[in-house]
């Protein structure tokens, strides 16, 4: 079963100008029972920064969270030590563990950030706290690149959590078929447009929910010739 999760029922987050958020789960100011997460899944925000602005130094604890820059760039500091700045391609992962604070801001003085921010809840409480990141693939050769496991096979982040993340990225005309455990749970999130998730056109921030499925067939809609590729997320979840 694919359940269907509206871009436009998604909730909204306003914060002053500086920060325009759209929840695909209940954050924040946004609660909508039906929609608290699923699976080992918590959180998917997709925040747009405005140049200059962003979230100070903050604690989180328990919780593996994971930021994919789509746009602009990420200024990241923590309280293990760690000062980077990620660009539109490159992914973080920051397991909060036992404890930790850290900032996100957009450096650019003219240019606005856009981010996916993931939470995924651990398998466990009081993990120490660690922090990776890496960068998306930069060709469609592949059409599903894994980001995050709890293994950390193929060059993937690591996840305390079974589960995996795909990054997904597919030209036009393209397709991908994969096999799915019928008990696992499945999310697929979509970040640019054109994509079919078994025959469900799905658009830009859209989502499905997927369960007790055996098989998912991908399909980017746009003709062949287009240049325009579609692009997503695919978690592999309990």
Do not use: C
């Not at 973080?92 to 981010?115: C, K, V, W």
């Not at 690149?145 to 709890?150: I, N, P």
């Amino acid at each position: 079963m694919l359940q269907l999760r509206p871009s436009q029922q998604r909730g909204i987050g306003e914060h002053g100008g500086w920060l325009r958020s759209r929840h695909s789960f209940s954050f924040a100011d946004y609660v909508d029972p039906q929609h608290m997460g699923f699976s080992a899944l918590r959180v998917i925000n997709d925040d747009e920064v405005a140049p200059g602005a962003g979230f100070p130094q903050h604690a989180h604890r328990d919780m593996e969270i994971i930021s994919v820059v789509l746009q602009g760039s990420l200024e990241h500091r923590d309280s293990m030590g760690h000062v980077s700045r990620l660009h539109a391609g490159e992914v973080q992962r920051m397991s909060a563990g036992t404890g930790i604070t850290h900032s996100e801001y957009n450096p650019s003085p003219d240019e606005p950030l856009r981010f996916l921010q993931i939470w995924i809840v651990p398998d466990r409480p009081g993990i120490t706290p660690s922090y990776e990141q890496r960068s998306l693939p930069d060709t469609i050769s592949e059409p599903l690149t894994l980001l995050a496991s709890a293994d950390g096979q193929a060059g993937a982040m690591r996840l305390q959590q079974d589960a995996r993340l795909y990054f997904g990225r597919l030209a036009g005309g393209a397709s991908v078929q994969r096999r799915l455990d019928p008990a696992r749970k499945y999310y697929l999130y979509v970040i640019q447009a054109g994509l079919q998730a078994n025959r469900q056109v799905l658009n830009t921030g859209d989502a499905v929910s997927i369960v007790e499925e055996s098989k998912l067939n991908l399909v980017n809609e746009l003709p062949t010739d287009s240049n325009t590729q579609t692009e997503f997320l695919f978690f592999d979840l309990p």
